[in-house]
């Protein structure tokens, strides 16, 4: 009867292990395309996990360097921003990765001084260089602003052109 437990254990283990490394690929292969949060990669990963190996996957992935929260929080920080988003969409995306408020508020604070001149630049691009003519054409631009997620300061900068 050992013998069958045994047998038993050594199956379970070798099934465990042959999850783990298709679990290890799967995780490598969304991370060859681009750059995850942790959350995503574990929501993404997380009907695949059948033997509960998924937290010490990820772990294990952090300290090899292949899963950063910094570097997806830093790249998604400069595709927003040259996507021309404003402050409130990326921080909005931000926070919905599960990113730590300190890694939010660093790279809010990369773009701070940035945002009223993007703010503008997206405003013209849309628009054309002139200002509004009339309170109804400014109010159209600022909705436009508003939905891209600049805030009423750094729409209203644009009033006064």
Do not use: C
């Not at 990113?99 to 809010?108: P, T």
Request: hydrophobic fraction near 35%; glycine fraction near 6%.
């Amino acid at each position: 009867m050992t013998g069958a437990r045994e047998e038993t254990s050594q199956l379970t283990e070798i099934a465990q292990r042959e999850a783990l490394a298709n679990l290890r690929d799967r995780a490598y292969r969304l991370l060859a395309r681009r750059e995850h949060s942790r959350h995503e990669l574990g929501r993404k990963l997380a009907s695949h996990d059948a033997h509960d190996q998924l937290d010490g996957l990820l772990a294990a992935l952090v300290e090899e360097g292949a899963l950063s929260d910094e570097r997806f929080a830093e790249q998604l920080g400069v595709a927003r921003f040259n996507a021309g988003k404003g402050p409130r969409v990326l921080e909005q995306e931000l926070r919905q990765h599960h990113l730590d408020d300190a890694l939010v508020e660093a790279v809010m604070s990369r773009y701070a001084d940035g945002w009223r001149e993007l703010a503008d630049r997206v405003r013209r691009k849309k628009f054309g260089p002139e200002s509004p003519a009339d309170y109804r054409e400014w109010a159209r631009q600022a909705r436009f602003l508003q939905q891209r997620g600049f805030t009423s300061e750094q729409i209203g900068s644009f009033r006064d052109d």
